[in-house]
């Protein structure tokens, strides 16, 4: 009906039609060819944003539990959290590597942990030295020196990390 | 007259208390000092093997090694001070070139605490040129006046060094090292330290650090030239050297060459700042 209508109306413009522009037969054959090709390409489109849709909820669909595992284990723990009492952050280092050995298993990291084991090591001695000296200045002190370096251990891996 | 009593009662216990402290803050430390001279020779090297003890070590113009070594347990019994004294041991052994000095804590077997404040200081006067060998662990030790050659080996110490021309050499371990170098050549290999030094002409100084803070005043930057390295620390310098500051990812370096002829100041360090004065 809306072609009926808009040939009748560019019909009784014919006669003031300029002549340089292609005739209106011309014109209503290449818009009517347009018109068949458009849906054929949309369908086109439309097909394969579905099929791409449909390849991601499947990939999806696949791999949900390990996905899930991360988000659980990243909730329950992210370095960001590692407390700031030294013997807790070592012993929370141990147990997020335990669950993040990719993350641990670095040079970098191991020589970090090398060095905090040593602390551990030596930390340990001075205890053993304060307990038999009781509350000596000398052995106050070496302890505070161990402690500030393994604070400063912790520190780095939790930049790494 | 009762009621005065009871007022004035916890005033007194106060006062009681009060005096019962300032008595066991003055308790007299029952102490033990012996003197040793040991002759020598300029070969001979003096080696000190020393625990928790406080080493106060100076060179002198004579040819003979004198030893003070003063031992004092502090505690409010005394007869405990008395038998506690007695776990405090030193022994000075010498063969051919080698004079050895040593101390050491022995208990009973079955005693595991100490109850007094024990404390052993040795005040050593040596020969200036003569070889000395020194470990110490839990104690502090000053190095005075000497300029033979020094091989040390100390944890947990701080060791002051002053009027000092010798070559050195120090493994040092959770330690602080202040003082000033005169003349020589030193090596000093610190972990977890911290090294504060002012040079006077020094021929070569070279500190391999890890995780170990070093200040160096040199009196004049352009008496040396420089090879610095400190990864995850920074290095601070007068600013005529910072266009000679480089940074590479986490590691800072400078490295200057004036002329072979000057002395070479050359640092390793990690994690802690180097300071050039």
Redesign the interface.
Known sequence: MIDEALRKSAASQEKSYPNHILSPDHIWERIGNNRQKKPVMYRYIIGIAASLLMIFFIAWWCIPGNDNETVVQNKVLLPAQIPDNNKEAIAYISKYCLEHKSLCSSPTFNELRK?LDETIK?LTT?QQ?L????H?E??L??RE??KY?QS?IIH?IKQIL | MKNHIFRFTPLFVVLLLHLYTTKAQTYQPVTNTITEVIPCTPETIFSIHAE?AVVLLSGWKNNYIQVQIYLSAVNADKKLAMRELNYMHYAITKEKNAVELRNIFT?PPAI????S??EVKLVIMIPEKNTLMITNQ???IQLKGLTGNIKGNIS?CNLQIEDYAANTRIDAT?SEIKGVLKKGTHVINSK?GNIDLELQHVNALTINGI?TGIQIDTHGVNDYRYQINNS?GNIILPPKYNELKKKDKNRYSLITQPGTSVSLVQINTS?ETVTIK
């Open positions: 060095e030596e001075v030295q307990h038999l000296f009781g000596d000398l052995l002190r070496a020196r161990v370096q400063a780095s | 928790k208990l595991d605490k100490i109850y404040k024990l839990y104690g502090d947990f959770y977890s995780r995850n994690f």
